[in-house]
């Protein structure tokens, strides 16, 4: 398994910017499908994004396509989210995850093997 660090959260106005970044350890960084998920207050935790082993392919919500960018730098073992034209709906509790599985695996939470602590993103309308 990975261990995984969140960092980035904070609170932005409506418009606004952030990246989120997720550091990882571990010797197998690069045999892991990388991603994210969000939990907003009152909600069940979400697919957001996610990249494969190579960062050739990319999965992303379709609330958030155009808008957020997963990318990857295996050599620095990091995974980010590049998020733009942040709407008071993205407000949640963003998680990095990681999983040796692709696709559709994505779509369910107890595909991942491993998990961050998570890192809040407020919106302000």
């Known amino acids: 398994q990975v261990q995984l660090v969140e960092s980035g959260g904070g609170l932005v106005q409506a418009g606004g910017s952030l990246r989120l970044s997720c550091a990882a350890s571990?010797?197998?960084?690069?045999?892991?499908?990388m991603g994210w998920f969000r939990q907003a207050p009152g909600k069940e935790r979400e697919f957001v994004a996610a990249?494969?082993?190579?960062?050739?392919?990319?999965k992303i919500k379709d609330a958030v396509r155009g808008r957020f960018t997963i990318s990857r730098d295996n050599p620095k073992n990091t995974v980010s989210l590049q998020m733009n034209g942040l709407k008071p709906e993205d407000t949640a509790v963003y998680y990095c995850?990681?999983?040796?599985?692709?696709?559709?695996?994505?779509?369910?939470?107890?595909?991942?093997?491993?998990w961050g602590k998570g890192t809040l993103v407020t919106v302000s309308s």
């Open positions: 571990g010797r197998t960084f690069n045999n892991y499908a």
């Open positions: 990249i494969t082993w190579s960062g050739s392919s990319t």
């Open positions: 995850a990681a999983s040796r599985l692709w696709g559709d695996a994505w779509s369910r939470e107890y595909n991942m093997e491993s």
